[in-house]
């Protein structure tokens, strides 16, 4: 239960990871960085990287605990030592290791209260010592967390099996349309190929986004000596070689460019015809909402948080996840360029919805 006096800001702290520059990355630095205006909210991250540049940049106060350099004991001790100097009403964390030692560093010091967001399923089922540490992440929440907020209302019914009992919300991801939007620029592949149609896919080339779904969508294209689409792969992850072998076996290469790691993605968005998502799962991910808020097409199988933009007039959902349902939707396209109607999954709700949450929550025992 919260101390505060009428008219005090509260005081939030965000733990995460940080390694990478994702969805969920994404995400959470639109989030603090909206709920900055509301309260007073800083950052423990466990990495020194793009989210912690961003957060900074926003004049977000930041401190890492490096993971690469300290035991999982010392971000605890650390974690417990910053939460006791800082005493936040609210510790909210994201994704299973900030879950567990940021839950217990919170419940062993000051015992504010404590958020933990669920981004999306877990992706692997892993050996024992995973399932050990999912073991712990679920009884630390059972125990120690007081508020679950789920970015889809499917992953709000995967929490429910999980956390019976518990307060479950859905809170959806937001789109910073107005920041989004000022980062477009150039980009060098439609001048290239100005003829073609660009269709690209963006995120973590990992297995559980179906890259090779991707690829087999040009190969069958060029089996029906349809020249009309070049294909672009924007992200880096450990399956690049595998992917890269594989556009080779099926003789895509001239059609398929791998960029990498790109820090210009809204300008990519908007340079492309149409963006996919060949996921076999996703939460609610950043990139879809991007692709609709700058008025990109957005070809994606129909699973998950997916399924609930369905009502967006340049969202084609489609099932099952193979090759030949997203040809069929892609050759069926008359018009790739269709404005998004009524786009509302706004930063600013977003925030807003999670402050509400915050304050309900510290209102009170």
Request: net charge neutral; glycine share 6%.
């Amino acid at each position: 239960m919260s101390n505060l006096t009428p008219g005090t800001r509260l005081r939030v702290l965000h733990i995460l990871s940080g390694d990478l520059w994702a969805g969920a990355e994404a995400q959470a630095h639109t989030l603090l960085k909206n709920l900055r205006p509301l309260c007073d909210v800083s950052a423990i991250l466990l990495n020194e990287g793009e989210l912690a540049k961003r957060l900074r940049a926003d004049d977000i106060d930041v401190t890492i605990l490096d993971e690469a350099k300290l035991s999982s004991r010392k971000i605890f001790t650390s974690l417990r030592a910053h939460i006791r100097q800082l005493k936040p009403d609210v510790v909210h964390t994201h994704r299973q290791k900030e879950n567990i030692l940021g839950a217990l560093a919170n419940a062993t010091t000051v015992r504010a209260r404590c958020v933990r967001t669920v981004h999306g399923a877990p992706e692997f089922s892993g050996n024992w010592q995973t399932r050990l540490q999912r073991s712990l992440e679920r009884w630390v929440g059972r125990h120690y967390q007081d508020l679950f907020i789920a970015v889809s209302h499917e992953l709000r019914d995967h929490l429910a099996i999980d956390y019976p009992g518990l307060r479950i919300s859905t809170v959806p991801n937001g789109v910073d349309v107005a920041a989004l939007r000022a980062q477009i620029g150039p980009v060098d592949f439609r001048d290239v190929h100005p003829t073609k149609r660009h269709l690209g896919i963006i995120g973590r080339l990992v297995p559980i986004k179906r890259i090779d779904i991707f690829l087999k969508i040009a190969a069958r294209l060029r089996q029906e000596n349809n020249s009309d689409f070049q294909f672009h792969i924007i992200g880096a992850g450990p399956c690049r070689l595998l992917l890269e072998s594989q556009a080779r076996a099926l003789n895509i290469v001239e059609r398929v460019t791998f960029h990498g790691h790109r820090d210009d993605i809204p300008s990519i968005i908007a340079a492309l015809d149409a963006v996919l998502i060949c996921s076999d799962h996703e939460g609610l991910p950043m990139v879809a909402l991007e692709t609709l808020a700058l008025d990109t097409l957005l070809i994606a199988h129909n699973i998950g948080g997916l399924s609930e933009l369905a009502d967006y007039n340049t969202a084609l959902l489609t099932q099952p996840n193979s090759p030949a349902s997203y040809y069929k939707t892609l050759t069926g396209i008359a018009d790739f360029s269709v404005a998004t109607e009524n786009f509302s999954h706004h930063a600013k709700k977003n925030s807003e919805q999670t402050m509400a949450l915050y304050s309900a929550m510290t209102a009170g025992p």
